[in-house]
């Protein structure tokens, strides 16, 4: 599945941010902790390469605890880049964010240092800046893309914050990243449908966390397959049709949903180690792709010699 969400507000927001970035001194990015990878723009990457960044792991109770320790001790490998893992609905981590802000750039005389907080949406990153800030100044929801454009958040402590919109990008290379950020809900759900995101995530809770499955539906044995899964959590949820057939849209929809608010139990959807597997097949379909892309371009300026050729004759 190919799933393209690109809304104009992005592009323009992705113009703003690189116009801002020569102002910034930091870069806080904001990610979610089941999915690190997915959930990281490689445009923002690809923007702060010589900024300090810290790599803010959002949603720590929704995700499985030891592979998010496997995200943390990979982003702290890299150059310039510290981490942290936080639950922002029952904790405030503003006292720890910013004592890392100063660590990583001190604060100069007579100068705000300006801290750039940016990720995708639905990461929680205008829960973040309303903590920082102590008070409502980001809106809020659990629909991905709320904040539309850059705002100025000035702390009163020699930082001031730059919120910036939740942006995605052109084109996801990764066929698992669209499935996962759909999953997680960083995708509007009018952009796919929740069948095709609910068997994605059936089949990776079949295989990772049976014993959750297990527990959250009173299992003494696991289905087969993820339309077994799907149809079994249709009957206990009573999504029945004429002629007691399992109505699997609604199925669908309540298993991602509770999925989501992390009723199944804790996970992780990718590993540092998976990632680097996926990629290493990216690159190998992007190099065909390449290739097959050269092929049509020699057989279309091939066709147009000869078709000039004739028209001469």
């Given at each position: 599945?190919?799933?393209?969400?690109?809304?104009?507000?992005?592009?323009k927001a992705s113009k703003e941010m690189t116009e801002a970035l020569p102002q910034v001194n930091l870069v806080v990015e904001v990610l979610d902790a089941r999915?690190?990878?997915?959930?990281?723009?490689?445009?923002?990457?690809?923007?702060?390469?010589?900024?300090?960044?810290?790599?803010?792991?959002?949603?720590?109770?929704?995700?499985?605890?030891?592979?998010?320790?496997?995200?943390?001790?990979?982003?702290?490998?890299?150059?310039?880049?510290?981490?942290?893992?936080?639950?922002?609905?029952?904790?405030?981590?503003?006292?720890?964010?910013?004592?890392?802000i100063n660590k990583l750039y001190p604060q100069q005389p007579e100068r705000n240092t300006l801290a750039m907080v940016t990720g995708i949406p639905n990461v929680g990153?205008?829960?973040?800046?309303?903590?920082?800030?102590?008070?409502?100044?980001?809106?809020?929801?659990?629909?991905?893309?709320?904040?539309?454009?850059?705002?100025?958040?000035?702390?009163?402590?020699?930082?001031?914050?730059?919120?910036?919109?939740?942006?995605?990008?052109?084109?996801?290379?990764?066929?698992?990243?669209?499935?996962?950020?759909?999953?997680?809900?960083?995708?509007?759900?009018?952009?796919?449908?929740?069948?095709?995101?609910?068997?994605?995530?059936?089949?990776?809770?079949?295989?990772?966390?049976?014993?959750?499955?297990?527990?959250?539906?009173?299992?003494?044995?696991?289905?087969?397959?993820?339309?077994?899964?799907?149809?079994?959590?249709?009957?206990?949820?009573?999504?029945?049709?004429?002629?007691?057939?399992?109505?699997?849209?609604?199925?669908?929809?309540?298993?991602?949903?509770?999925?989501?608010?992390?009723?199944?139990?804790?996970?992780?959807?990718?590993?540092?180690?998976?990632?680097?597997?996926?990629?290493?097949?990216?690159?190998?379909?992007?190099?065909?792709?390449?290739?097959?892309?050269?092929?049509?371009?020699?057989?279309?300026?091939?066709?147009?010699?000869?078709?000039?050729?004739?028209?001469?004759?």
């Amino acid at each position: 599945m190919a799933i393209q969400w690109y809304p104009g507000h992005m592009h323009k927001a992705s113009k703003e941010m690189t116009e801002a970035l020569p102002q910034v001194n930091l870069v806080v990015e904001v990610l979610d902790a089941r999915i690190p990878f997915s959930s990281s723009n490689p445009f923002i990457q690809t923007l702060c390469t010589h900024k300090p960044r810290i790599k803010v792991l959002t949603k720590l109770d929704l995700a499985d605890p030891i592979i998010t320790k496997q995200w943390q001790e990979y982003f702290e490998s890299q150059n310039n880049t510290k981490s942290l893992a936080l639950d922002l609905i029952n904790t405030d981590p503003s006292g720890q964010i910013i004592d890392l802000i100063n660590k990583l750039y001190p604060q100069q005389p007579e100068r705000n240092t300006l801290a750039m907080v940016t990720g995708i949406p639905n990461v929680g990153k205008s829960t973040l800046i309303n903590c920082l800030a102590g008070k409502h100044i980001a809106n809020t929801g659990d629909e991905p893309a709320i904040t539309k454009g850059q705002q100025r958040i000035n702390l009163r402590n020699g930082i001031m914050l730059l919120d910036t919109p939740g942006i995605l990008w052109p084109k996801i290379d990764n066929p698992n990243s669209s499935y996962r950020l759909a999953t997680t809900g960083a995708i509007k759900n009018t952009a796919t449908s929740y069948e095709d995101v609910a068997f994605f995530a059936a089949e990776f809770c079949l295989k990772e966390y049976p014993q959750h499955l297990k527990q959250r539906f009173s299992l003494s044995q696991l289905p087969e397959t993820e339309i077994e899964l799907l149809e079994i959590v249709g009957r206990q949820r009573g999504c029945l049709r004429g002629g007691n057939r399992i109505d699997l849209e609604r199925a669908s929809t309540i298993f991602v949903n509770e999925l989501r608010d992390g009723k199944l139990g804790p996970m992780s959807f990718e590993t540092p180690e998976v990632i680097d597997q996926e990629m290493i097949q990216v690159e190998i379909l992007k190099k065909e792709k390449a290739v097959l892309d050269e092929l049509r371009l020699e057989q279309k300026a091939a066709r147009k010699r000869k078709a000039k050729a004739n028209r001469k004759k």
